[in-house]
């Protein structure tokens, strides 16, 4: 199992454009989520999803989207890059939420730097 | 929502010596609490996890406890060694919800 997969790891975009992250799993896994990671702020959910077809809001959602077609694919879209939007990205999935002691694999993560 | 305070924000310690990381939480139905370790550009991985019917859980150098009624749980490493330097989250979550709330990490150095 490669497990957690996402590309690109390293990216630097222009203000306004777009892009999406990509993630992907091998694990079967029914929720997936993706975090961002900002030097003291820890991990912050952007948005998650508990099936196929099913996505909703984190804590931080605005400006980007998400999608969940298939059960192994997770991807995050950036509409229109802004500098706030500098960060390292996480992609993270778990066999299935609402029993707690799920652990949650992460991916290796993104860097995302908007000039 | 749920809010996590995690302290301290860094540590240095001397090889061999404890390390003690501190979480307090707000929503008294979080009911799972793992803990994260992070290495320098790499991904965060679980250590360690407690849930809400168990007071304290070990494993090897590493140790975890709860106390609920305070709304605080704390990781415990024993003699300490370099590569326990890293960056360490504490997270909760409950049932009811769809999410973890992250710590905003401690950062861990171990002076050989």
């Known amino acids: 199992n490669a497990g957690v997969t996402q590309t690109p790891k390293f990216q630097v975009l222009k203000t306004g454009q777009s892009m999406t992250l990509q993630c992907a799993q091998d694990m079967n896994h029914e929720y997936m989520s993706w975090y961002r990671q900002d030097p003291g702020m820890g991990l912050r959910l952007i948005h998650y999803?508990?099936?196929?077809?099913?996505?909703d809001q984190g804590e931080v959602p605005n400006g980007y989207n998400v999608s969940r077609s298939t059960t192994e694919d997770f991807p995050l879209r950036l509409l229109s890059a802004a500098p706030s939007q500098t960060s390292v990205y996480f992609c993270a999935s778990s066999y299935s939420f609402g029993n707690s002691g799920n652990t949650i694999y992460f991916g290796e993560g993104s860097w995302l730097t908007v000039v | 929502g749920e809010n996590v305070e995690q302290h301290p924000s860094t540590l240095s310690v001397q090889e061999g010596d404890s390390a003690v990381i501190k979480c307090t939480y707000s929503d008294s139905a979080s009911n799972y609490f793992p803990w994260y370790k992070q290495e320098l550009g790499k991904r965060p991985q679980l250590i360690i996890d407690i849930r809400s019917n168990v007071g304290e859980k070990k494993d090897q150098r590493i140790a975890v406890t709860l106390n609920k009624t305070a709304k605080h749980f704390s990781l415990h490493i024993t003699e300490t060694q370099p590569e326990d330097s890293a960056v360490y989250f504490c997270a909760t979550y409950r049932n009811t919800g769809n999410q973890f709330y992250f710590g905003t990490g401690t950062s861990l150095t171990v002076i050989p």
């Open positions: 999803s508990v099936g196929a077809g099913i996505t």
